[in-house]
């Protein structure tokens, strides 16, 4: 992968529109190369060397947002599991199960899932949902420990402690979400 001199991965695209070789850096602190159909990677390597001093001074004007979205995420995540770790115990509870522990995560598309060891994973983003939501994912999870599948049964189980469990369904499927 193409690099700059201070390390940073350099994105590169062919684009069949551009007419030049293209050198940006975005605001979050990526750095893009386009290249036009008929140039090779060659070109913009020399492009991208010629650059090295107006990529530094560009970064370095800009403000240290990936640091304090790191904080945001931590912050959340510490959130997420107080918020969690009860909703789980109040559930397990009323599905007669135990689980092992609860991790909390940051994966790009995956809301919850669980272990057959008994742990249970959650994403940090289930923090800013609606309370209704997180709870309706928790109960999913915990009705996996018993039904490690999505057969007639588990959905069963889930009614049992979410009889309206249809809709969040419906809103987790519009904000495009996937549960394991
Ligand atoms: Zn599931």
Known sequence: MLKTAQGLPVLVRKNRRARHIKLYVTGQREVKLTLPWYAPLSAGVAVLKEKEVW??????????RITRAKAE?????????????ALA????????????????????????????????????????????????????????????????????LVAAQYPEYKLARKWL???????A
């Open 89 to 156: 115990e109040e559930h397990a509870v009323k599905c007669g199960v135990t689980f092992r522990n609860i991790r909390i995560g940051d994966q790009a598309t995956r809301w919850g899932s669980c272990s057959r060891s008994g742990t249970l994973s959650f994403n940090w983003r289930l923090a800013l949902m609606p309370e209704n939501i997180r709870r309706y994912i928790v109960i999913h999870e915990i009705c996996h420990l018993k039904e490690m599948n999505h057969s007639p049964r588990f959905w069963s």
């Open 173 to 179: 499927r519009k904000n495009k979400a996937d549960l």
């Open 73 to 85: 995420i931590e912050h959340y995540k510490t959130v997420a599991f107080d918020q969690l770790s």
């Open 55 to 64: 990529i530094e001074k560009t970064l370095a004007k800009l403000p240290p």
